[in-house]
C-alpha cells in the first residue's frame, strides 16, 4: 500500500494562490492515478482534479477549471495541486488519494488511499 501526506494548506487572501503536495511513501506513486478532493464543513467530499498514472491526462471540475493545475513528479513521489485565484468558495479541507488504476474515478468512495488533510481558508 501507499500512504500519503498533504502539505502546504493555509490563510490566503481572495485571488492569492497556494500550492498543496501530495508525497507519498510505500509503493512508488507512478502506479496510481491520483485526485484532490476537498471537503467543506457540512458538505459532502467534493471531487476537485485528478491525474492519470501516466500523467498523460487530467480532470478538473467545473468549480476549479481554469484556476486549479493538478501535476505529478514521479521522481519525488509527489502529486501537486495548484491553486490560483482563490475564492472564498475554495475554502475547505483538501485531500489527496490514490487508486490503483491507469484512470483516475471522480467518486470519493472509489479510492482506497487518502491523506490526513490540509486545511485552505480563502478570506474575502
Known amino acids: 500500500q501507499v500512504q500519503l501526506v498533504e502539505s502546504g494548506g493555509g490563510l490566503v487572501q481572495a485571488g492569492g494562490s497556494l500550492r498543496l503536495s501530495c508525497a507519498a511513501s510505500?509503493?512508488?506513486?507512478?502506479?496510481?492515478?491520483v485526485g484532490w478532493f476537498r471537503q467543506a464543513p457540512g458538505k459532502e467530499r467534493e471531487f476537485v482534479t485528478a491525474?492519470?498514472?501516466?500523467?498523460?491526462?487530467?480532470y478538473v471540475s467545473a468549480s476549479v477549471r481554469g484556476r486549479f493545475t493538478i501535476s505529478r513528479d514521479d521522481a519525488k513521489n509527489t502529486v501537486y495541486l495548484q491553486m490560483n485565484r482563490l475564492i472564498p468558495e475554495d475554502t475547505a479541507v483538501y485531500y489527496c488519494?490514490?487508486?490503483?488504476?491507469?484512470?483516475?474515478?471522480?467518486?470519493?468512495?472509489?479510492?482506497?488511499?487518502w491523506g490526513q488533510g490540509t486545511q485552505v481558508t480563502v478570506s474575502s
Open positions: 491525474i492519470s498514472r501516466s500523467g498523460g491526462s487530467a
Open positions: 488519494a490514490a487508486h490503483s488504476s491507469s484512470n483516475p474515478p471522480s467518486r470519493p468512495n472509489e479510492y482506497a488511499y
Open positions: 510505500g509503493r512508488t506513486f507512478s502506479v496510481y492515478a
